[in-house]
Protein backbone atom coordinates (compact mmCIF):
# COMPACT_ATOMS: atom_id res chain seq x y z
CA UNK A 1 0.00 0.00 0.00
CA UNK A 2 1.12 3.86 -1.20
CA UNK A 3 1.97 6.24 1.97
CA UNK A 4 -0.26 8.56 -0.25
CA UNK A 5 -1.81 11.09 2.28
CA UNK A 6 -5.29 9.49 3.87
CA UNK A 7 -7.57 11.89 4.02
CA UNK A 8 -10.53 11.76 5.34
CA UNK A 9 -14.32 12.17 4.20
CA UNK A 10 -17.41 13.40 6.27
CA UNK A 11 -19.59 10.71 7.17
CA UNK A 12 -22.80 10.08 8.39
CA UNK A 13 -23.65 7.23 11.17
CA UNK A 14 -26.99 5.55 12.80
CA UNK A 15 -26.32 4.53 16.33
CA UNK A 16 -28.62 3.02 18.82
CA UNK A 17 -27.46 3.88 22.66
CA UNK A 18 -27.29 -0.04 24.81
CA UNK A 19 -29.98 1.57 27.12
CA UNK A 20 -31.71 -2.33 27.16
CA UNK A 21 -28.22 -4.28 26.11
CA UNK A 22 -27.96 -7.32 27.87
CA UNK A 23 -27.07 -11.00 26.88
CA UNK A 24 -30.00 -13.14 27.48
CA UNK A 25 -29.72 -15.09 24.47
CA UNK A 26 -26.24 -16.95 23.26
CA UNK A 27 -26.33 -16.41 18.96
CA UNK A 28 -22.40 -16.18 18.73
CA UNK A 29 -19.89 -17.64 20.86
CA UNK A 30 -19.06 -14.58 21.93
CA UNK A 31 -22.14 -14.55 23.76
CA UNK A 32 -22.13 -15.98 27.22
CA UNK A 33 -25.82 -15.87 29.33
CA UNK A 34 -24.20 -16.83 32.58
CA UNK A 35 -22.27 -13.59 33.02
CA UNK A 36 -23.95 -10.68 34.00
CA UNK A 37 -23.55 -7.08 31.52
CA UNK A 38 -22.84 -4.04 33.07
CA UNK A 39 -25.57 -1.71 31.07
CA UNK A 40 -24.57 1.39 32.36
CA UNK A 41 -20.75 0.61 31.56
CA UNK A 42 -21.86 -0.26 27.86
CA UNK A 43 -24.21 2.86 27.66
CA UNK A 44 -20.92 5.66 28.87
CA UNK A 45 -18.52 3.48 26.31
CA UNK A 46 -21.31 3.99 24.00
CA UNK A 47 -21.40 7.89 24.30
CA UNK A 48 -17.47 7.97 24.35
CA UNK A 49 -17.75 6.29 20.75
CA UNK A 50 -20.47 8.51 19.69
CA UNK A 51 -18.60 11.57 20.85
CA UNK A 52 -15.17 10.92 19.00
CA UNK A 53 -17.00 9.89 15.66
CA UNK A 54 -19.07 13.70 16.14
CA UNK A 55 -15.85 15.41 17.29
CA UNK A 56 -14.35 14.19 14.10
CA UNK A 57 -17.16 16.16 12.61
CA UNK A 58 -19.41 13.42 11.40
CA UNK A 59 -23.13 13.38 11.76
CA UNK A 60 -24.63 10.89 13.69
CA UNK A 61 -28.22 9.95 14.00
CA UNK A 62 -29.44 8.18 16.97
CA UNK A 63 -32.08 5.62 16.65
CA UNK A 64 -34.39 5.37 19.32
CA UNK A 65 -33.43 1.82 21.06
CA UNK A 66 -36.58 -0.49 22.26
CA UNK A 67 -37.05 -2.52 25.14
CA UNK A 68 -37.16 -6.39 24.65
CA UNK A 69 -34.41 -5.87 21.75
CA UNK A 70 -30.93 -6.31 23.45
CA UNK A 71 -28.69 -6.48 20.29
CA UNK A 72 -30.43 -3.58 18.55
CA UNK A 73 -27.18 -1.52 19.67
CA UNK A 74 -25.65 -3.62 17.14
CA UNK A 75 -26.81 -0.59 14.24
CA UNK A 76 -24.64 -2.12 11.84
CA UNK A 77 -26.96 -4.92 10.93
CA UNK A 78 -30.10 -3.22 10.25
CA UNK A 79 -29.77 -2.25 6.76
CA UNK A 80 -26.83 -1.78 4.34
CA UNK A 81 -27.19 1.69 1.75
CA UNK A 82 -25.38 2.85 -1.31
CA UNK A 83 -25.87 5.77 -2.78
CA UNK A 84 -29.35 6.80 -1.47
CA UNK A 85 -30.93 3.02 -1.88
CA UNK A 86 -31.19 0.89 1.26
CA UNK A 87 -31.24 -2.86 1.04
CA UNK A 88 -33.30 -3.84 4.21
CA UNK A 89 -32.13 -6.21 6.65
CA UNK A 90 -33.67 -9.47 7.45
CA UNK A 91 -32.15 -11.14 10.42
CA UNK A 92 -31.38 -15.27 11.03
CA UNK A 93 -32.62 -15.54 14.76
CA UNK A 94 -36.02 -14.36 15.79
CA UNK A 95 -34.66 -12.88 18.42
CA UNK A 96 -33.50 -9.55 16.06
CA UNK A 97 -36.10 -9.67 13.77
CA UNK A 98 -37.68 -6.78 15.22
CA UNK A 99 -34.90 -4.53 14.61
CA UNK A 100 -35.20 -4.78 10.87
CA UNK A 101 -38.68 -2.65 11.24
CA UNK A 102 -37.11 -0.45 13.43
CA UNK A 103 -34.27 0.50 11.06
CA UNK A 104 -36.94 0.57 7.99
CA UNK A 105 -39.01 2.70 9.86
CA UNK A 106 -36.37 5.06 9.93
CA UNK A 107 -35.49 5.08 6.32
CA UNK A 108 -38.72 5.69 5.72
CA UNK A 109 -39.27 8.38 7.96
CA UNK A 110 -36.11 10.29 6.78
CA UNK A 111 -36.97 11.74 3.08
CA UNK A 112 -34.71 10.81 0.34
CA UNK A 113 -34.09 7.19 0.75
CA UNK A 114 -35.61 4.51 -1.93
CA UNK A 115 -36.11 1.57 0.49
CA UNK A 116 -36.44 -2.32 -1.01
CA UNK A 117 -37.22 -5.01 1.56
CA UNK A 118 -35.48 -8.15 1.49
CA UNK A 119 -37.05 -11.58 0.44
CA UNK A 120 -33.75 -12.85 1.53
CA UNK A 121 -31.83 -13.39 5.07
CA UNK A 122 -29.05 -10.71 4.86
CA UNK A 123 -27.49 -8.91 8.17
CA UNK A 124 -26.79 -5.67 6.76
CA UNK A 125 -23.53 -3.83 7.55
CA UNK A 126 -22.69 -6.67 9.42
CA UNK A 127 -21.95 -8.92 5.67
CA UNK A 128 -21.88 -6.16 3.30
CA UNK A 129 -19.19 -3.24 2.62
CA UNK A 130 -19.26 -0.86 0.39
CA UNK A 131 -15.96 0.36 -1.68
CA UNK A 132 -17.01 3.43 -3.67
CA UNK A 133 -13.85 3.68 -4.91
CA UNK A 134 -12.33 0.17 -6.26
CA UNK A 135 -13.29 -1.30 -9.46
CA UNK A 136 -15.88 1.85 -9.77
CA UNK A 137 -17.44 0.64 -6.62
CA UNK A 138 -18.03 -2.45 -5.64
CA UNK A 139 -19.74 -4.12 -2.69
CA UNK A 140 -18.10 -7.30 -0.04
CA UNK A 141 -20.63 -9.61 0.97
CA UNK A 142 -20.16 -12.46 3.83
CA UNK A 143 -22.24 -15.73 3.95
CA UNK A 144 -21.43 -18.62 5.96
CA UNK A 145 -23.11 -18.14 8.99
CA UNK A 146 -26.02 -15.21 8.59
CA UNK A 147 -26.42 -13.47 5.34
CA UNK A 148 -28.11 -16.21 2.89
CA UNK A 149 -25.76 -16.03 -0.56
CA UNK A 150 -28.87 -15.79 -2.00
CA UNK A 151 -29.46 -12.55 -0.60
CA UNK A 152 -25.71 -10.95 -2.57
CA UNK A 153 -27.90 -11.38 -5.88
CA UNK A 154 -30.60 -9.85 -4.22
CA UNK A 155 -28.21 -6.96 -3.05
CA UNK A 156 -26.81 -6.78 -6.65
CA UNK A 157 -29.97 -5.90 -8.23
CA UNK A 158 -31.50 -3.70 -5.47
CA UNK A 159 -27.88 -1.51 -5.33
CA UNK A 160 -27.25 -1.98 -8.87
CA UNK A 161 -23.19 -2.52 -7.94
CA UNK A 162 -20.92 -6.09 -8.34
CA UNK A 163 -21.52 -7.77 -5.35
CA UNK A 164 -18.67 -10.36 -4.20
CA UNK A 165 -19.63 -13.51 -2.60
CA UNK A 166 -16.91 -13.96 -0.04
CA UNK A 167 -17.32 -17.28 2.47
CA UNK A 168 -16.93 -17.53 6.02
CA UNK A 169 -15.71 -20.03 7.67
CA UNK A 170 -14.60 -19.47 11.50
CA UNK A 171 -17.77 -19.11 13.72
CA UNK A 172 -15.78 -16.26 15.77
CA UNK A 173 -15.94 -14.51 12.88
CA UNK A 174 -19.65 -14.86 12.04
CA UNK A 175 -20.49 -11.25 10.50
CA UNK A 176 -17.86 -9.70 7.49
CA UNK A 177 -17.37 -7.04 9.30
CA UNK A 178 -15.56 -8.94 11.86
CA UNK A 179 -13.19 -9.94 9.24
CA UNK A 180 -12.70 -7.43 7.20
CA UNK A 181 -13.01 -3.71 7.46
CA UNK A 182 -12.54 -0.71 4.36
CA UNK A 183 -9.80 1.76 5.19
CA UNK A 184 -11.04 4.34 3.04
CA UNK A 185 -12.91 4.36 -0.63
CA UNK A 186 -10.47 1.34 -1.96
CA UNK A 187 -8.30 -0.29 0.52
CA UNK A 188 -9.61 -3.05 2.53
CA UNK A 189 -7.81 -5.02 5.81
CA UNK A 190 -8.75 -8.64 6.54
CA UNK A 191 -8.06 -11.82 8.47
CA UNK A 192 -7.36 -14.79 5.44
CA UNK A 193 -7.70 -17.48 8.15
CA UNK A 194 -11.67 -16.10 8.63
CA UNK A 195 -12.38 -17.18 4.76
CA UNK A 196 -11.88 -20.13 2.39
CA UNK A 197 -9.17 -20.70 0.15
CA UNK A 198 -11.06 -20.14 -2.11
CA UNK A 199 -12.39 -16.78 -0.91
CA UNK A 200 -8.61 -15.90 0.52
CA UNK A 201 -7.39 -15.97 -3.14
CA UNK A 202 -10.18 -13.88 -4.55
CA UNK A 203 -9.40 -11.18 -1.76
CA UNK A 204 -5.90 -11.72 -2.98
CA UNK A 205 -6.75 -10.94 -6.34
CA UNK A 206 -8.54 -7.99 -5.47
CA UNK A 207 -7.05 -6.12 -3.31
CA UNK A 208 -3.14 -7.22 -3.38
CA UNK A 209 -2.23 -3.87 -1.67
CA UNK A 210 -4.49 -5.04 1.44
CA UNK A 211 -3.48 -4.31 5.23
CA UNK A 212 -3.21 -7.94 6.54
CA UNK A 213 -4.26 -9.00 10.29
CA UNK A 214 -3.72 -11.68 11.96
CA UNK A 215 -6.05 -14.15 14.21
CA UNK A 216 -5.06 -12.28 17.35
CA UNK A 217 -6.35 -8.88 15.43
CA UNK A 218 -9.24 -10.29 14.62
CA UNK A 219 -10.01 -11.89 18.40
CA UNK A 220 -9.51 -7.91 19.61
CA UNK A 221 -12.07 -7.59 17.65
CA UNK A 222 -9.09 -5.19 15.48
CA UNK A 223 -11.02 -5.88 12.46
CA UNK A 224 -14.58 -4.26 13.64
CA UNK A 225 -13.30 -1.02 12.98
CA UNK A 226 -14.84 2.04 11.33
CA UNK A 227 -12.98 4.80 9.41
CA UNK A 228 -13.39 7.92 7.81
CA UNK A 229 -10.36 7.50 4.97
CA UNK A 230 -8.00 8.84 8.03
CA UNK A 231 -9.22 8.30 10.81
CA UNK A 232 -9.83 4.80 11.78
CA UNK A 233 -11.46 3.93 15.31
CA UNK A 234 -10.67 0.74 16.83
CA UNK A 235 -11.74 -0.81 19.97
CA UNK A 236 -8.27 0.13 22.78
CA UNK A 237 -7.88 -3.63 23.43
CA UNK A 238 -7.07 -3.90 19.61
CA UNK A 239 -3.09 -2.51 19.67
CA UNK A 240 -1.35 -4.58 17.21
CA UNK A 241 -3.99 -3.35 14.74
CA UNK A 242 -3.69 0.13 15.69
CA UNK A 243 0.46 -0.25 15.15
CA UNK A 244 -0.59 -1.79 11.46
CA UNK A 245 -3.37 0.78 10.37
CA UNK A 246 -0.55 3.65 11.33
CA UNK A 247 2.35 1.81 9.37
CA UNK A 248 -0.26 1.93 6.38
CA UNK A 249 -0.90 5.55 7.25
CA UNK A 250 -3.96 6.35 9.00
CA UNK A 251 -4.30 8.12 12.54
CA UNK A 252 -5.85 4.94 14.81
CA UNK A 253 -8.49 6.68 17.22
CA UNK A 254 -8.94 4.03 20.22
CA UNK A 255 -11.94 3.99 22.45
CA UNK A 256 -13.36 1.37 24.90
CA UNK A 257 -15.76 -0.56 24.27
CA UNK A 258 -15.19 -3.83 26.47
CA UNK A 259 -18.87 -3.75 27.59
CA UNK A 260 -19.72 -4.50 23.94
CA UNK A 261 -17.77 -7.43 23.21
CA UNK A 262 -20.28 -9.69 25.73
CA UNK A 263 -22.45 -9.80 22.85
CA UNK A 264 -19.94 -10.53 19.84
CA UNK A 265 -19.58 -6.73 18.09
CA UNK A 266 -17.15 -3.76 18.68
CA UNK A 267 -16.84 -0.67 16.93
CA UNK A 268 -18.24 -1.68 13.30
CA UNK A 269 -21.05 -2.82 14.56
CA UNK A 270 -22.52 -0.29 16.47
CA UNK A 271 -22.02 2.13 14.13
CA UNK A 272 -23.97 1.81 10.49
CA UNK A 273 -23.25 4.30 7.82
CA UNK A 274 -25.70 5.89 5.74
CA UNK A 275 -24.97 6.54 2.03
CA UNK A 276 -27.33 9.09 0.79
N1 LIG B 1 -25.19 -10.29 19.36
C1 LIG B 1 -25.22 -9.81 18.01
C2 LIG B 1 -25.48 -10.97 17.07
O1 LIG B 1 -24.94 -12.03 17.30
C3 LIG B 1 -23.93 -9.13 17.66
C4 LIG B 1 -23.96 -8.48 16.33
C5 LIG B 1 -22.64 -7.87 15.99
N2 LIG B 1 -22.75 -7.03 14.87
C6 LIG B 1 -21.94 -6.99 13.82
N3 LIG B 1 -22.10 -6.08 12.92
N4 LIG B 1 -21.00 -7.91 13.67
O2 LIG B 1 -26.22 -10.86 16.12
Redesign the pocket.
Known sequence: MSHMERLPRNRTYLMCPPEHFT?EYA??P??DTTVAVDTRLAVKQWDQLRNTLADLGHVVHVLDPEPGL??MV?S??GAFSVDGTVYGAR???PQ?SAEAVAHQAFYLANEGWNFIAPEHVN?????FAYLPAAYGGIVLAGYGF?TDPAAHAEAQEALGRPVISLKLVDPAF?????ALAALDDRHVTYYPGAFSEASQRVLRQLFPDAVIADRADAEAFGL?LVSDGRHVILNTEAVAMGHKVRDAGYLPVHVDLSE?KR????I???VAELRP
Do not use: Q
Open positions: VINWMPDYANFRHREGEGDRYHLDTNLGGGSKCA
